[in-house]
């Protein structure tokens, strides 16, 4: 029970730093250093998608294979509160793995902070909600996801639209 509250506490911790507004947030309160500044929207790297690391191509493929799991249930509109939060749970695992291992260069980390962020909120309105607020939070992680892979390279990825 300790470990899940520990999980739980850096999770919830997570979601807090990458919540948070521009400014908010210095370089050692977290272990991604990056500028105070923090981008608006997602672009690319002079028209080339950011680099990414082993620890993240892993954790986004986790992501993305938990989700395509369940869309028929979400689709169909029969997932249950259950299969949201267990969603929610295995997305949350992987982000607070990506937090504490992926190393990417200062603007590709700061790009990936508002892929994450979506993805966080997604996670937490299928945590907290059941129905249609759920199904909402799994449709952002989806377009999330498929984000990630236009602005980010993953060698072989393939997003959600070729999940359904």
Not at 23 to 40: I, L, N, T
Not at 90 to 105: G, H, P, R, S
Request: proline share 3%; glycine share 8%; aromatic share 6%.
């Amino acid at each position: 029970m300790f470990t899940q509250w520990k999980k739980m506490a850096a999770t919830l911790s997570v979601a807090a730093l990458l919540s948070m507004g521009p400014g908010m947030v210095s370089a050692q309160d977290h272990s991604h250093s990056h500028g105070d500044e923090k981008p608006a929207q997602l672009t690319l790297d002079s028209g080339k998608k950011w680099a990414t690391d082993n620890n993240l191509r892993q954790s986004m493929g986790l992501i993305r294979d938990a989700l395509a799991a369940e869309l028929p249930a979400i689709h169909s509109g029969k997932a249950t509160r259950e299969q949201y939060r267990a969603l929610a749970q295995k997305t949350n695992d992987q982000i607070a793995f990506i937090v504490k291992n992926c190393k990417l260069e200062p603007k590709a980390d700061a790009m990936l902070h508002l892929v994450l962020a979506d993805i966080i909120a997604g996670a937490d309105a299928m945590m907290a909600q059941g129905g249609n607020e759920a199904r909402k939070g799994a449709e952002k992680i989806a377009r999330a996801v498929d984000n990630y892979g236009a602005y980010f390279a993953h060698p072989g990825w393939h997003g959600m639209k070729h999940a359904h």
